[in-house]
């Protein structure tokens, strides 16, 4: 058995003139969600064994948030490729994870949503229902599959959470 969490990153700051998307930063609400959902991981016991973020710094700073409160230092792997693939791009770079375990990836929208709702075939109805609500900033979805990671990009698995900030 494996799961898959699908982190999109906490609420950016708008653009400042000239500046790429790629650099924008997380506002102070972005990183308030992302310490919350930390801690909300936590207590729900939802550590994944590798993450895979995104290299954008909005991205970046999520994960630095998290990580406050999951200790995964050496479990991370940066990938611009996060930034810039669609839905099965994604599902690609997570079933290169090379473990039997939980990956996590924390990336953007609509990439992340995408892959979610293509793979959550079943799952606990409160968090299939918030799923179709739309897949907020600082949210996780953790859907389990019979199998290892590279079965994420070729079967359908179970969402067994869909956590967002306001549940911290």
């Known amino acids: 058995m494996s799961r898959l969490f699908l982190f999109r990153h906490g609420k950016a700051a708008w653009a400042q003139p000239g500046m790429r998307d790629f650099d924008r930063k997380l ?9 919350t959902m930390g801690q909300l991981m936590v207590e729900r016991d939802l550590i994944p064994d590798i993450v895979m973020c995104s290299s954008a710094a909005r991205a970046v700073e999520t994960f630095d948030a998290l990580n406050q409160s999951l200790h995964l230092d050496n479990s991370v792997r940066y990938d611009q490729n996060l930034y810039a693939t669609d839905a099965p791009g994604y599902l690609e770079i997570a079933a290169t994870a090379g473990i039997d375990g939980d990956v996590m990836l924390v990336g953007h929208n609509p990439m992340l949503e995408d892959a979610a709702l293509a ?7 409160r968090a299939i229902e918030a799923l179709h609500r739309g897949f907020r900033t600082a949210a996780l979805a953790v859907i389990r599959f019979d199998g290892p990671a590279s079965v994420f990009t070729d079967k359908t698995g179970y969402l067994e959470h869909f956590l967002t900030p306001a549940e911290g």
């Open 27 to 35: 506002d102070a609400r972005g990183i308030e969600e992302a310490t």
């Open 119 to 125: 793979l959550a075939a079943d799952g606990d109805h």
